[in-house]
């Protein structure tokens, strides 16, 4: 499908930046850096917008998200604009009684357990995703040549959070239902992979020049499980979106043994954890894959020395491979001192 003329890759603004360009494979004269949850509580501004609002209310006043989406790309002048959201979006727009609560993430009152559980669940209407749309107008009018990135979850960890009913280190229900109830599994999976390629179609259409599909649990499976109980419907999202002209990110925490088959799902750029070195990751990718990547996030409570000795390790280890975009591992601790990342992108850019 071609994007409308008006869409910042096809009217040609975010086309010769340096994230698309990096995700493309191209070697640019200076990185590309952009961080997983630049947005957020790190941000003293986004911790006062957010008071008295909800996570997910937040996310559906178009106003608001653009504000939030924007705070960390004037503050730290990075190269992407991630959209403000969070992955259970979609599964809220579709009728799902998820909330998600401070301090702990998204949690259901009643979580997805039995067929007849199953069968209540309904698609997501495309429709339903205008807040959306409309933040994403708010944010490209202000980004301009900068490319905003938009996103959703992975079946798998959606599907985590689903059938649990909140976060979940073991995943006991869902590992006895892939078990015993494999049908089941693989219609709530499906079900799943439909309402996040919705929400990720309709954030490219509004405006984002990328996307990135977070598996951020997928690590919790062996590559046997993940082969069959996980990657089948991240292809089926990935497929969805082929005709879409965007990169692809995919990520997921301690997935070196998962690399592989998760670039093989449809994926043109891999996200890498902290625990695998870039080389590594890129010799496991028979050094054809771009890559996006993998500062340590302990290194931002370290003194700048060390966390400067660890940007440029990770950026000549990036070098072995095809482009790279500079990135956290996982995702900026709310903990984090702003400025140790203004820094950190000034560096990268060369700046200091
Ligand atoms: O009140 C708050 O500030 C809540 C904290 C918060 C934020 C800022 C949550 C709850 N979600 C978000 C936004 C968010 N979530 C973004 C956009 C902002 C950005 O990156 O700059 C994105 C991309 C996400 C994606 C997300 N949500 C993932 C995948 C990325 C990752 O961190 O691995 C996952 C697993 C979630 C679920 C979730 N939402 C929130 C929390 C605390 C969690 C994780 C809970 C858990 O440990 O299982």
């Not at 501004?45 to 705070?71: F, H, N, W």
């Not at 495309?126 to 301009?144: D, H, M, R, V």
């Not at 009913?165 to 079900?191: H, T, Y």
């Not at 670039?263 to 590594?280: I, R």
Request: hydrophobic letters at 45%; glycine letters at 8%; charged letters at 20%.
């Amino acid at each position: 499908m071609n994007l409308p003329s008006a869409h910042p890759l096809a009217s040609g603004k975010t086309s010769n930046s340096l994230l698309v360009r990096s995700y493309l494979g191209e070697k640019t004269e200076s990185k590309a850096i952009w961080l997983m949850r630049q947005a957020g509580r790190s941000l003293p501004e986004y911790r006062k917008v957010r008071e008295g609002v909800a996570m997910l209310d937040s996310c559906l006043r178009p106003e608001l998200a653009a504000e939030i989406t924007m705070q960390p790309v004037r503050r730290h002048k990075v190269d992407a604009a991630i959209f403000f959201s969070d992955i259970v979006v979609p599964l809220k727009l579709a009728g799902v009684d998820v909330e998600i609560a401070p301090g702990i993430g998204p949690v259901l009152e009643n979580p997805i357990r039995t067929r007849a559980d199953f069968e209540r669940l309904e698609e997501l209407d495309p429709a339903s995703l205008a807040p959306i749309t409309e933040a994403i107008g708010l944010i490209t009018a202000e980004l301009g040549e900068t490319p905003l990135i938009g996103f959703g979850g992975a079946p798998f960890t959606l599907a985590s959070y689903l059938i649990e009913g909140g976060p979940s280190k073991e995943l006991p229900v869902s590992r006895a239902m892939m078990a015993n109830d494999p049908d089941l599994w693989n219609d709530i999976l499906a079900w799943t992979a439909r309402v996040t390629a919705t929400f990720i179609r309709g954030q490219v259409l509004a405006g984002a020049s990328a996307l990135q599909l977070f598996d951020s649990w997928a690590g919790r499976l062996g590559l046997e499980d993940y082969k069959k109980f996980a990657a089948p419907h991240s292809k089926a999202v990935m497929d969805s979106l082929l005709d879409l002209p965007v990169s692809r990110v995919h990520f997921g925490v301690q997935t070196k043994d998962l690399l592989a088959e998760m670039y093989g799902v449809g994926a043109t750029v891999m996200g890498v954890d902290y625990e695998t070195p870039l080389d590594e990751a890129n010799r496991i990718l028979g050094g054809k894959v771009p890559l996006q990547g993998n500062i340590n996030p302990d290194f931002l409570f370290k003194p700048w020395a060390e966390l400067e000795a660890h940007v440029r390790d990770v950026i000549a280890r990036g070098e072995s491979a095809p482009g790279h975009v500079v990135n956290l591992g996982h995702g900026v601790p709310p903990e984090t001192d702003p400025d140790v990342i203004t820094k950190m992108v000034a560096l990268v850019h060369g700046d200091i």
